[in-house]
């Protein structure tokens, strides 16, 4: 029987290389078939107008106005200190109890109609309910991001409890160890590279959340930005924030994933 190529094998493992060079193809089909639709001197020679999908080599163009004109670099700190702070609230309390939830059956009882019912409610139906409670300022912002990120991380750190295998609590238990010494020192430190990892996870969606907490009311941020130019122009500006946006996410995951390697070193 013939062998199946690497690159059609179920679960195969691919060389650096090959990964690389297939990921280049996708992003530049992309953006080739992003030229293509928008390419022609004029409105009439475009299969789509610069209204809905401008070139990529306008939106280029246009990049050097967001910093000269409409201060992209202030509106970058604001916006990671509002998702930086929001994730850190959310983290603060979904951390603890998601461990308390998946060690202790009673709390996960409790709990668990207030985890499911937060995690059917859309998260843009939490702005105009921030709104209402925390009013137009920062603390509205901050406090919509903490909320839309606590109702995504509780559920992902429970599981990451819930993982660990129960050898290590029959082992635990053999020797001795207390409910509590279990907690602390079996299944936490088990646990914790898939804890660190959701919580990169999470705050890396944070950022895609940005743009519905800075929707309404915001002087500085990349969703003000985006929301200005949706109704002042130019247009090209929204697709270059949000090129923007994926710029940092990146950056962001890439330096998150080097800590990760530093902190758990035993994982490779």
């Not at 983290?91 to 668990?112: H, N, Q, Y």
């Not at 109609?113 to 998260?123: A, D, K, M, Q, V």
Request: glycine share 8%; proline share 5%; hydrophobic share 50%.
């Amino acid at each position: 029987m013939m062998l199946a190529p690497v690159q059609f094998k179920i679960r195969g493992d691919s060389a650096p290389r090959s990964r690389f060079l297939l990921g280049a193809a996708s992003v530049t089909i992309v953006l080739l078939l992003w030229w293509l639709l928008t390419a022609g001197e004029s409105v009439e020679t475009r299969y789509l107008s610069p209204q809905i999908l401008p070139n990529p080599v306008e939106v280029l163009q246009s990049s050097g106005s967001l910093y000269t004109e409409r201060n992209l670099t202030t509106s970058i700190a604001y916006s990671f200190f509002r998702t930086t702070v929001g994730f850190l609230i959310a983290a603060l309390i979904a951390v603890p109890l998601g461990i308390l939830m998946a060690s202790f059956t009673s709390v996960r009882d409790f709990f668990r109609p207030l985890s499911t019912i937060g995690g059917y409610i859309p998260i843009a139906v939490l702005v105009p309910l921030t709104l209402s409670w925390f009013g137009l300022g920062e603390k509205q912002k901050i406090l919509f991001l903490a909320i839309a990120t606590f109702v995504m991380l509780l559920p992902l750190i429970v599981n990451a409890i819930d993982q660990v295998d129960d050898v290590y609590l029959q082992t635990a238990y053999t020797l001795g160890a207390t409910p509590w010494q279990t907690v602390f020192y079996v299944l936490v430190p088990v646990a914790l590279v898939g804890i660190y990892d959701y919580l990169c996870l999470t705050y890396g969606i944070g950022w895609g959340y940005i743009i519905l907490a800075e929707v309404i009311d915001a002087r500085f941020g990349l969703g003000s930005l985006i929301i200005t130019s949706q109704r002042r122009g130019p247009y090209e500006h929204v697709y270059a924030v949000l090129i923007v946006i994926i710029l940092i996410s990146i950056l962001i995951n890439n330096a998150l994933a080097y800590v990760g390697k530093w902190l758990f070193p035993y994982r490779e």
